[in-house]
């Protein structure tokens, strides 16, 4: 290929690419503006529309805040109930209405009482100061800390019913205080003390967050946190407020029908568990009542009292394990 050739074949490349590059200057630059002309015609055509859009997606934004920062500050309050639970927030969960000196009271009668039946069955000292000691502090701690699950769970059973009231209320019309006084007067215990406390204290003017608050520190439960949690979002934030206590009446018995699943299906490993642990000293003592030559070494001899304590600790282990495995959080 000559020199001229190859001049040629430059001369037309470059002429190509100057035509295409001229080109797509004028006609890109003309659908640029045809296109933004079109644009700023719609803008003006409707001129509240891109604006109404944006504050829209401001306003959606500002309340997902609110929410979130309602959320924080009731955590924040649940954990510094946790950690400052004294003893008469817990007789006020068991509904007791005693005072904190009348359960230490009855905490030392039960002491004493337990203290001298050991006496009287001819034990020593320490196993006296033991068993003064668990009748003071052990037995009616446990008894409390009994009477609060036991009323919780009566608490829970009615609660969604509550909720139900309130929704039909709410839809027929009803201000919300006038459901609450219905629950109040209406609704089986301990749902109907619990609420009368919430619309007594509206009556003499507390705020209706501080009411659910002290309903929550009352009522520990989850169930009563989302109904707190529920109304104050709506107070602050807005909403429909009986679609949002009808689903959450829902999940409560959805929590519920879970809750009797989870039992009916453990019930066998319960049962199960309970005979194994029962096993061990049934078959000891049906031994001792027929043969007590057999096993009064154990009771009488320092080896006999090491395997007793050992065995003991086993057995203590293994139920602990099993009573683990067979109990489920939900």
């Not at 690419?17 to 080109?23: D, E, K, P, Y």
């Not at 001819?122 to 009616?140: E, N, S, T």
């Not at 807005?238 to 679609?243: A, K, P, T, V």
């Amino acid at each position: 290929m000559s020199s001229s050739d190859i001049t040629f074949i430059f001369v037309i490349l470059t002429g190509t690419v100057s035509v295409l590059a001229l080109g797509y200057v004028f006609f890109g630059q003309a659908a640029t503006a045809r296109a933004r002309t079109s644009k700023r015609l719609q803008s003006i055509a409707q001129p509240g529309k891109e604006k109404k859009s944006r504050f829209s997606g401001d306003a959606i934004k500002e309340r997902r805040k609110a929410v979130q920062d309602t959320l924080d500050e009731l955590e924040e309050r649940q954990k510094e109930q946790k950690q400052r639970l004294s003893l008469r927030v817990q007789i006020d969960q068991a509904g007791l209405e005693i005072s904190e000196r009348t359960f230490w009271v009855i905490s030392a009668g039960g002491g004493a009482v337990l203290a001298a039946l050991i006496f009287v069955a001819g034990q020593g000292a320490i196993a006296i100061a033991l068993g003064g000691l668990v009748g003071v502090i052990g037995l009616p701690r446990w008894v409390l800390s009994f009477l609060r699950t036991r009323r919780q769970k009566k608490f829970t059973e009615e609660f969604a019913n509550a909720l139900d009231v309130i929704v039909r209320g709410v839809k027929s019309g009803l201000p919300l205080n006038e459901c609450l006084k219905i629950i109040a007067r209406e609704s089986a215990q301990p749902v109907r003390g619990e609420f009368a406390l919430v619309t007594d204290g509206q009556k003499v003017g507390i705020p209706l967050e501080q009411s659910l608050q002290m309903l929550f520190e009352r009522m520990p439960i989850a169930e009563v946190n989302f109904f707190m949690i529920v109304l104050i979002i709506q107070q602050s934030a807005g909403g429909n407020l009986s679609e949002a206590l009808g689903n959450l009446s829902d999940v409560l018995r959805s929590r519920k029908q879970m809750r009797a699943k989870i039992q009916a299906m453990s019930s066998e490993a319960k049962s199960s568990a309970m005979i194994i642990g029962s096993l061990p000293p049934g078959v000891a003592g049906l031994v001792y009542m027929t043969s007590p030559e057999y096993m009064i070494t154990l009771f009488t001899s320092e080896p006999g009292h090491i395997m007793l304590g050992l065995s003991a600790v086993w057995m203590s282990t293994g139920i602990l394990v099993m009573r683990k495995m067979i109990n489920f959080n939900f």
